[in-house]
């Protein structure tokens, strides 16, 4: 065990167990607040891309209802039905 520490010490460039721990928490902590941050840009540019995805959306259904367009509901309930029928029969188109 305590050849195990040593070479994992010089390894690290640690002098003692102290030392060792200190520096690999140290990493440790780095890495978790380089995915805290990572993790945050992600879900920044995720919420973005919602809202840009929310405003085309609303852009479409002001046009449509600006061409008199209605939407048919149970038309497209029915639709999504079917589609999703197929996919678990594995005979949807890809």
Known sequence: ???????L????GASSLSD??????????AQRDGSLKSAQRF???????????LELAEEADRADEAAGAQ???P???????DRLK??????YPS
């Not at 065990?1 to 070479?7: R, S």
């Open 71 to 73: 939407p048919d509901f």
């Open 9 to 12: 010490m010089g390894l690290w």
């Open 43 to 53: 879900e920044a540019r995720l919420r973005r891309e919602a809202e840009r995805t």
């Open 86 to 91: 197929a996919l678990a029969a594995g005979t």
């Open 75 to 81: 038309a497209e309930i029915a639709r999504r039905e």
């Open 1 to 7: 065990m305590a050849q195990v520490l040593d070479v």
């Open 20 to 29: 060792l721990l200190r520096v690999q928490g140290k990493r440790f902590e």
